[in-house]
């Protein structure tokens, strides 16, 4: 979204917005008289509402609100055709925010003063933010300069249905608006009943190094694909927990030996061995103030769920998923039929190349 304008019936202008990509050279006032009059133009001439306008660059989208004394159009402006159905969704965010905020003063007519309106910014910066606008240039321009950021999706929440992508590689829209919601769904569903917080993000990595980074905002599941250049497939899949076919843990108590032995990052405040049932193998508390030890057989749910994304998407074996929520991250690292699942706090584990390095420390030890 380049620009903004609220326009009442009268032609004035009530509030703007531009973005920081684009340089503004024109004046508000100005444009939204034009912008006014071409829609007074064509609903006398024509009988109609006018709902978009394509320029040369830029499309031009138009939405009214008639519902109070002042009648208003929300006009947004963006050169990027592809995002134009994901705007209007924005649009009626913004047009119902506005409207509910001003109600009084727009239930009465105009008087002349629009500087009230001003203390929108904050409600929009947060309309913005909740849809992902505030990373999406960012995003395509990264992406573009070529490198590890290969793409990024935007996904509405509960169906999956993508409203945009940008991307420098195959991208499965089908798979990825099937399976994202999903683990999205539990992995909230695992952190509101068991830790009474809200999950923020969902990191998961093939052992090829495939990543897929999942932000979570109020209004949209932001899908950020990356390729790093470390690949540890044949050694990870040569370690002994690949060679068996079991779905049951064989010795646990010799496995769990393994685990005794190794040295954790600080950072690391519990880490549990747990197997595909939800049994505990092994515990260690490093710190008792973050006692998961009720909540940790359910995580397995939500790492069943990242190995069948990692195999549909990629057609990789998982190699780790972490879940970062308001307090506190959950790592787990895919051993075939048992899981490794570290418990840290959010401050301290939400740099994903930090969980990358303790996630692979952790393999060097085990290999």
């Known amino acids: 979204m380049d620009d903004l304008f609220i326009i009442n019936e009268s032609g004035q202008l009530l509030y703007s917005w531009h973005s920081e990509n684009i340089s503004k050279t024109s004046d508000d006032d100005l444009i939204s008289g034009f912008l006014s009059a071409l829609d007074s133009f064509v609903s006398v001439e024509r009988g109609e509402d006018i709902k978009a306008l394509k320029l040369k660059e830029t499309n031009i989208i138009f939405e009214k609100w008639s519902t109070y004394v002042q009648k208003l159009t929300f006009v947004v402006t963006s050169k990027n055709e592809e995002l134009i159905e994901f705007l209007h969704s924005i649009v009626h965010d913004i047009m119902e925010s506005f409207t509910k905020m001003f109600k009084e003063p727009l239930n009465k007519e105009f008087d002349g003063e629009v500087t009230k309106f001003t203390s929108f910014n904050k409600e929009l910066e947060e309309i913005l933010f909740a849809h992902g606008l505030n990373t999406l240039m960012s995003s395509i321009r990264q992406i573009d300069k070529g490198g590890i950021f290969k793409s990024v999706i935007f996904l509405e929440p509960k169906a999956g249905h993508v409203f945009y992508i940008h991307a420098k590689q195959f991208v499965n829209k089908g798979k990825l608006s099937f399976l994202i919601p999903l683990i999205v769904n539990s992995a909230q569903f695992l952190y509101q009943n068991n830790l009474n917080e809200n999950v923020n993000w969902i990191l998961l990595t093939t052992v090829r190094n495939e990543n897929i980074l999942v932000e979570i905002r109020k209004k949209i599941l932001i ?43 600080p950072k690391i405040k519990q880490i549990y061995l747990v197997d595909l049932l939800g049994k505990i ?54 051993f075939n039929n048992i899981v490794l699942v570290m418990i840290g706090k959010v401050e301290d584990l939400n740099i994903f190349q930090k969980i990358q390095d303790i996630c692979f420390n952790i393999f060097l030890q085990v290999k």
């Open 223 to 265: 899908v950020k694909q990356y390729q790093l250049s470390e690949n540890i497939e044949n050694e990870f899949l040569d370690l002994e927990f690949f060679k068996t076919k079991d779905k049951y843990v064989k010795k646990p108590k010799k496995i769990a030996e393994i685990f005794e032995k190794l040295i954790w990052d």
């Open 281 to 334: 193998i092994y515990a260690k508390l490093f710190d008792e103030e973050y006692d998961c030890t009720d909540y940790i057989p359910e995580t397995i749910s939500v790492l069943t769920s990242s190995k069948k994304l990692s195999e549909e998407i990629y057609n990789r074996v998982l190699f780790n998923s972490s879940i970062g929520g308001e307090k506190i991250t959950t790592i787990c690292i895919n």
